[in-house]
């Protein structure tokens, strides 16, 4: 509950709020400015003037797939810095989370092995050895 009361705190839901806001903004915007791109329906065989609005969404969601997939690993990066914030918060209010963390990963059968570039782009969770060394970390800066 401590660790939820430091995303409270830090107000990292209303960030997290205002980054998918500006993501959904430009998203948006992008769709509106390659929807009324001519060149672009050309290239895929259709004539001038003509833009069907699916296709102009299929269109705009195959080039926008990459620009996502880094935003993915941005979004993950954050999220992840978040956690560690919420950790020390716990920490510092002086709850020993280190148990909880345990029982967590063991509920949800987490992977204590995992690659760290794998974990960078796809969690957007530390792992269970990474929580537990920075909590480690932030008791003996209290101490």
């Known amino acids: 509950l401590a660790h939820e009361l430091g ?4 107000w990292h839901n209303i960030k997290l709020l205002a980054i998918s806001q500006l993501q ?5 915007f992008l769709f509106g400015a390659l929807a009324r791109c ?12 003509e833009r069907p609005v699916i296709v102009g969404l299929l269109l705009v969601a195959m080039f926008i797939s990459p620009i996502s997939e880094l935003y993915g690993v941005a979004m993950n990066a954050i999220v992840r810095r978040f956690e560690y914030q919420a950790d020390e918060f716990a920490t510092r209010a002086g709850y020993d989370i280190r148990k909880s963390l345990i029982d967590l990963h063991i509920e949800n059968l987490s992977d204590l092995d995992v690659d760290p570039l794998y974990s960078t782009l796809h969690y957007n969770h530390p792992t269970l ?5 920075h909590v480690e970390s932030v008791r003996k800066k209290k101490v």
């Open 38 to 49: 001519d060149g672009l329906f050309a290239a895929f065989g259709f004539s001038q003037g």
């Open 7 to 10: 995303h409270y705190c830090l």
């Open 24 to 28: 959904t903004f430009f998203f948006c």
């Open 129 to 133: 050895t990474e929580r537990l060394a």
